[in-house]
């Protein structure tokens, strides 16, 4: 009944993404070229986000559902609190924060759902200050939305929304659907928010964060302003050479880090389990000398569920200057919490 072509998810999304963002694109004749152009303060610029050269940033990628591992990040930084109490610092969901894996128990059935309320709960509570707990999109966010949007166009309603939903599932590509399972319980309010997302967090001392990896072909800040549908594939789903054939390469991470003249990315994404044992290290993976991966809920294990630390005022040269204990943070450090997922 529902034939929702994988390459059509592509193309439609775009449009939608144009469509909800093109508030945030409105950008001058004179757009900047460099960082040192833009305000030294947090600034959206399309789906690109700029941070300033002081403060604190705390990351955590790939939630997936996993409710307990959002709130004990929140604990251990005490982000809301020093939010505040006008401390300068800033938390930064790497995308992925919804959707069960189809191999995880749904344990809360609603995990992906009170993450994304609570964000909007905190941002609502915080007024200005909201804008300090960003959430960046991922290739999750990107398609249970687009497919939402899809399911929408097909006729969805309350009342044959669960039917459809089945039809999708039990068909060619339902393999692929049942991924993006938020879309069993998206509402409408949901769905504007992860479509005005950005995709892009870049600090001004060279810090540049992502959800899965670097465009191959970037020319300047503007193709990340405004990315075209190969730029933001490559940012939201592509993974390394070393976990993927044809995947990108050191190269490609150097190539796009020095086009920004920024040092570091900072990725989720791929899980730690895709690399080879010598690129893994303090529970999370390197890439090259410039890039780490990791994972604070799916995907983290065999290495640790972690989440990472940045000065904003520091220039790191290469992802060697990520010490654990300052940088690398372990969500349940060995002797102190045993993760509820692991303990069911």
Not at 71 to 98: F, H, K, M, P, S
Request: proline share 6%; charged share 20%; hydrophobic share 40%.
């Amino acid at each position: 009944m529902l034939f929702l072509r994988r390459s059509n998810i592509m193309n439609g999304s775009l449009i939608l993404v144009s469509f909800w963002l093109a508030c945030f694109v409105a950008v001058a004749a004179a757009q900047p070229k460099h960082l040192s152009q833009y305000p030294n303060h947090l600034t959206r610029d399309g789906h690109l986000l700029i941070l300033p050269a002081r403060g604190t940033l705390y990351i955590v990628s790939d939630l997936h559902a996993h409710w307990n591992d959002f709130n004990v990040w929140l604990e251990q930084t005490q982000l809301l609190a020093r939010i505040e109490a006008g401390e300068d610092v800033y938390g930064l969901i790497l995308g992925d924060a919804i959707d069960y894996k189809p191999e995880e128990p749904r344990q809360p059935p609603y995990g992906d759902t009170l993450i994304i309320e609570r964000v909007m709960e905190i941002r609502q509570h915080l007024g200005e200050r909201g804008e300090r707990l960003i959430y960046l999109r991922g290739n999750h966010e990107f398609a249970a939305a687009d497919t939402y949007a899809k399911l929408k166009q097909h006729g969805m309603t309350a009342q044959n929304r669960a039917r459809l939903i089945r039809s999708l599932y039990n068909g060619p590509s339902g393999a692929y659907y049942q991924q993006f399972n938020f879309i069993e319980r998206m509402t409408d309010e949901h769905y504007a928010f992860l479509m005005s997302l950005p995709t892009v967090v870049i600090g001004k001392n060279g810090c540049v964060a992502v959800h899965a990896g670097p465009a191959r072909r970037l020319t300047g800040l503007a193709d990340l302003v405004a990315p075209g549908p190969k730029t933001l594939e490559e940012l939201l789903w592509h993974r390394p050479n070393v976990a993927l054939s044809g995947g990108y390469t050191v190269a490609h991470t150097a190539n796009f880090l020095k086009t920004l003249r920024a040092q570091l990315l900072v990725v989720g994404h791929t899980p730690i389990r895709y690399f080879p044992p010598q690129n893994v290290r303090d529970g999370v993976a390197t890439f090259g000398e410039n890039q780490l991966i990791f994972s604070t809920g799916y995907g983290g294990l065999p290495g640790v569920p972690t989440y990472i630390e940045i000065d904003l005022a520091e220039t790191y040269p290469s992802v060697h200057a990520l010490k654990l204990g300052v940088n690398i943070h372990h969500l349940y450090p060995e002797g102190h919490r045993v993760r509820k997922e692991e303990a069911r």
